[in-house]
């Protein structure tokens, strides 16, 4: 497993905005979008292109093209707040959906949903912006690789250690994330955090 803390000003100034506890559900969902633009051109900087012949209004030339472009998979919910930005980056993307919760006397993820295509072959990019105790992760992860998926990347807004820890055994992943935070406290919430993700971007989000 590849770790990278993505290091830019603005992504940690929103990363700011989204941990206040006085941020309305409306402004979350706009900042987490926000945000993820900066992460879906980060996830994506390794893609393949090949050339292309077009005509400019002047001459013909050649431009590039991407090709194989990955599959989207946001978990449910939370990773639907990081959806439209690699939808419109990525415009050609397959977008599957994967629902899990969390057991929450075990912290062990129960799979409730899924509409995964074939992914053998195919680079995968996972949302699962609250990385906490890694279980849903490595769940997601197991799954994708027993179906021989050939490299996958999850994009996370904040980390725990824990979660970390818990992924560092996959090869072919990149774990992104903009912040490493300190702990999980005995709910298994990240601190200091942002508290549930999904409540922040649908709920009254307290
Ligand atoms: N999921 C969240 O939304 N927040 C946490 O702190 C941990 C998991």
């Known amino acids: 497993m590849e770790m990278i803390e993505f290091e830019h000003p603005i992504a940690r100034d929103f990363v700011t905005r989204l941990r206040r ?35 400019t209004p002047l001459e ?20 639907l707040g990081m959806l439209e930005a690699f939808q419109d980056l990525l415009p050609d993307s397959q977008v599957a959906f994967i629902g899990m919760t969390r057991d929450e006397k075990t912290a062990e993820p129960v799979w409730h949903y899924s509409s995964l295509p074939n ?7 996972v949302l699962d912006p609250m990385l906490a105790t890694g279980g849903t992760a490595a769940a997601v992860m197991e799954y994708l690789f027993e179906k021989k998926a050939s490299d996958v990347i999850l994009v996370s807004v904040i980390a725990a250690p824990e979660g970390i820890a818990r992924l560092g055994v996959f090869d072919n992943l990149r774990v992104i994330t903009v912040c490493v935070d300190r702990e999980l406290d005995s709910n298994w919430y990240i601190r200091p955090g942002l508290g549930d993700f999904g409540d922040r971007l649908y709920s009254d989000g307290i």
Do not use: C, W
């Open 21 to 55: 506890k006085n941020t309305p559900p409306v402004q979350f969902r706009a900042y987490a979008s926000r945000l993820a633009y900066l992460l879906a051109v980060e996830a994506t900087r390794d893609l393949s292109t090949v050339p292309a012949k077009i005509e």
């Open 60 to 79: 013909d030339t050649l431009g590039e093209v991407l090709v194989d472009p990955p599959i989207i998979v946001p978990i449910l919910r939370a990773g």
């Open 119 to 125: 992914v053998a072959g195919r680079k995968v990019i």
